[in-house]
């Protein structure tokens, strides 16, 4: 089991905490823990928290992040920040929402680096951290275990982020469904996953054989087989289906496939291996997709 360790900050914003955790409780196998250099901790909401004051002993495989805070509070003493430093050194993730990127810059992790955080705090952090690369108008970014998020309500899309980075969009589409948020990613390569771009409605026939041909997408699924999993006829899986997601079950199958076949030759495979590995049985199909206007 993955842990994550919320490191908390007087004044912390209480949805800049609460969106990631909701989002790692809901995603099986994470324990989360919470420190701080004193407890209780005040909110800028005013609802006192709990937290250890002993930093745990952690893995490379956990997850430390810093929620945001009110706009001129937030202090970490040095030994915090080296803390955070070290576990990026020991091969750890270190993330951020909001004002949480001022912590990380200030232990050393945003230097040479792209970040990002809430748009009304970009120029102070340009200001702060001048050897840091601000990333205006994305909702998080990425770069070498240290990810950063801009304010308030995009600490879920990092979370999510860093979900499907560890378990496949699937997994976090799964998570983004059970919570009822819009699974959007913006930004990077990954942000723009198929599997979660589709998945912002709420029809939960549609979502079950989403699920199945999230999970065995390389492989034949005839429409008769889908429906009859999902307890409905043909006709009516193929109109629930084009309604939610704006495309057939076959279409957003090769959608899936052509996803991945890009993303497999973007890495080196040819067409031909990238069409056999996706499931075509050649590489005309997937020619032909990729001819089309890009839908990916």
Do not use: K
């Not at 989002?23 to 196998?29: D, I, K, L, R």
């Not at 945001?68 to 040095?78: C, I, L, S």
């Not at 909702?139 to 899309?157: E, K, Q």
């Not at 930004?187 to 989403?210: C, E, T, W």
């Amino acid at each position: 089991m993955s842990r994550v360790l919320f490191v908390l900050t007087p004044q912390v914003h209480l949805l800049d905490l609460a969106g990631p955790a909701q989002v790692f409780s809901t995603a099986p196998g994470y324990e989360l823990l919470y420190y701080a250099e004193a407890s209780p901790v005040p909110t800028w909401q005013g609802v006192p928290l709990v937290a250890a004051v002993a930093w745990p002993d952690l893995d490379p495989g956990d997850l430390v992040l810093v929620p945001g805070w009110r706009t001129g509070y937030g202090y970490f003493t040095p030994a915090t920040l080296d803390r955070l430093a070290a576990h990026h050194a020991a091969g750890g993730t270190v993330a951020s929402v909001c004002a949480g990127a001022d912590a990380l810059g200030r232990a050393g992790l945003l230097d040479g680096r792209r970040c990002t955080t809430h748009h009304g705090l970009q120029d102070r952090l340009a200001r702060s951290h001048p050897a840091a690369t601000v990333v205006r108008d994305v909702l998080y970014v990425s770069d070498d275990r240290v990810v950063t998020s801009a304010g308030i309500a995009s600490g879920i899309d990092l979370a999510l982020h860093l979900v499907a980075q560890r378990h496949g969009p699937a997994a976090a589409a799964r998570v983004a469904r059970e919570m009822v948020v819009y699974a959007r990613r913006n930004g990077d390569d990954q942000q723009h996953s198929a599997m979660l771009r589709h998945r912002a409605h709420l029809n939960d026939v549609v979502h079950r054989v989403q699920d199945r041909i999230d999970a065995a997408f390389t492989t034949p699924l005839p429409l008769p087989g889908l429906a009859a999993a999902a307890g409905v006829s043909e006709r009516t899986l193929t109109r629930l289906f084009t309604v939610a997601t704006g495309r057939t079950p076959l279409r957003y199958q090769q959608l899936l496939r052509l996803e991945r076949a890009e993303h497999l030759i973007s890495h080196g495979a040819t067409t031909e291996s990238a069409a056999r590995a996706v499931g075509f049985t050649d590489a005309r199909m997937l020619r032909r997709l990729r001819s089309r206007t890009p839908t990916v």
